[in-house]
């Protein structure tokens, strides 16, 4: 089985930290480095967690990368109330865990992007899991990387389910609708995991109980880290009776997409004021032979669940 070259491009909150985790412990996966994002915390803070992360896991080898602190539209990023309290205010459940050894590379999270896609092409998958503004900064600066990365998972949007900060808008696309937007009608082989799939892939504390049971600081403090999460879910979403998987579902996608059903569909999103941050079929280009978007729409929850616990465990259960 060939071995994928991933580039996770993180807004490193709770569900982001599931997401690199899932990544190191899969296997046939090179994890060649993290871009920082902003979002549930702001950019420096995702890269200190995501070293943190890393260094907890072991994964000390894996560089970290300063991707851009404010969307394509704005000078400055404020992190959302509702964020900080889903994710706690250091985007990790309030969770303390020991200073990184390491600090973030000197190179930008955009360049290291560019040269991935030139070095890699083909082989090269991206997951983004915040918003689009690194990826559409690297198309602006490189266009020729569209036609060069063979894929970008995307955790973000919602076709089929109403949005989760407004009535049609989803949080990473939110963010920056604008990169979204470049992102989305660029030539880019894209899969968006969004809404319509992560909402029915849940955890609960069954799950970080067993985590717990395995006597490692691994598993503590990821169980830890997700309580907090499934407590807030409690609060915010009671009908669900877990935490969703957002991002780990888009990097177990990006590595197996037969866990999803897809509709293949040209896609924009709004950027009018009545619809900011929509995800919606384009009217332009739906006579287009071939679509570029692969949107999921039902998910193998059982399979997904199942491969999540198991390659988790085993990673935790080593640290």
């Known amino acids: 089985m060939a071995t994928h070259k991933v580039i996770l491009d993180l807004d490193t909150g709770i569900d982001d930290a599931m997401a690199i985790a899932y990544a ?59 964020s900080a309290q889903i994710h706690g205010k250091n985007g990790i459940g309030e969770v303390s865990l020991p200073v990184a050894k390491r600090q973030p590379e000197t190179k930008s999270g955009v360049d290291f992007l560019i040269e991935s896609a030139h070095t890699y092409k083909q082989d090269l998958i991206v997951v983004p ?63 968006m995991v969004g809404l319509d799939v992560t909402l029915r892939t849940l955890l609960t504390k069954n799950e970080t109980t067993q985590w717990r049971q395995l006597g490692t600081a691994a ?30 579902l888009a990097v177990g996608v990006a590595l197996d997409p037969s866990l999803v059903t897809t509709l293949d569909l040209n896609m924009f999103v709004d950027t009018t004021r009545e619809m900011w941050g929509r995800t919606i079929g384009d009217p332009a280009r739906l006579t287009d032979p071939h679509p570029n978007v692969s949107v999921a729409l039902t998910v193998d929850q059982k399979t997904y669940l199942n491969r999540f616990m198991t390659y988790l465990s085993n990673l935790f259960a080593k640290n």
């Open 129 to 191: 899991t915040g918003p689009l503004t690194n990826l559409a900064q690297a198309l602006k600066r490189s266009p020729e990387i569209q036609d060069e990365i063979g894929n970008v998972t995307l955790m973000g949007g919602a076709l089929t389910v109403p949005g989760n900060v407004s009535p049609v808008a989803e949080a990473n696309i939110n963010q920056d609708p604008q990169a979204a937007d470049e992102v989305f009608e660029s030539r880019l082989n894209l899969t």
């Open 219 to 248: 598993g503590e403090k990821f169980a830890d880290i997700v309580d907090y999460y499934i407590d807030v879910y409690k609060i915010t979403s009671p009908h669900l009776h877990g935490c969703a998987l957002h991002d780990p």
């Open 24 to 82: 190191v412990a899969a296997p046939n996966v090179d994890l060649i480095g993290i871009v920082s994002s902003y979002g549930n915390v702001l950019t420096p803070l995702s890269a200190q967690n995501s070293l943190k992360i890393l260094e907890l896991l072991g994964q000390t080898d894996v560089p970290v990368f300063l991707g851009e602190s404010h969307s394509s539209t704005t000078d400055h990023f404020d992190v959302m109330p509702i």
